[in-house]
């Protein structure tokens, strides 16, 4: 069945930059529209950034355009998050989701899910 797996999360001052990964295994990673969503405890896990299958697509959301890139190798079977200018505000648990139908910004429109990995940024 179809996994992913987020590695690159941690701990970072205000200002500075990470970098995360997302790799899928159990299917083939191309034909899949995959995005980048973040929660913080007690609160709704929103909406980062979306790619489409080819990687020239990509919709962000106001808080990180600018700030955030999404990018993909198909060849790799995974997607990255670069994310530079980091606030205190970005600390949050990250996820990457997959689908094949949906170049979504709703979360209810994702059927795959990782487990997600802890970015912290201090001020």
């Known amino acids: 069945q179809v996994q992913l797996v987020e590695s690159g999360g941690g701990l970072v001052q205000a200002g500075g930059s990470l970098r995360l990964s997302c790799v899928m295994s159990g299917d083939t990673f191309g034909t899949y529209y995959v995005a980048w969503f973040r929660q913080t405890p007690g609160k709704v896990r929103e909406f980062v950034a979306v790619?489409?299958?080819?990687?020239?697509?990509?919709l962000y959301a106001n808080s990180v355009e600018g700030r955030f890139t999404i990018s993909r190798d198909n060849a790799k079977n995974a997607m990255y998050l670069q994310m530079s200018s980091l606030e205190p505000e970005d600390t949050a648990t990250y996820y990457c989701a997959a689908d094949r139908s949906q170049f979504s910004q709703e979360r209810s429109d994702y059927t795959y899910w990782g487990q997600g990995t802890q970015v912290t940024v201090s001020s």
């Open positions: 790619i489409n299958r080819s990687g020239y697509g990509t």
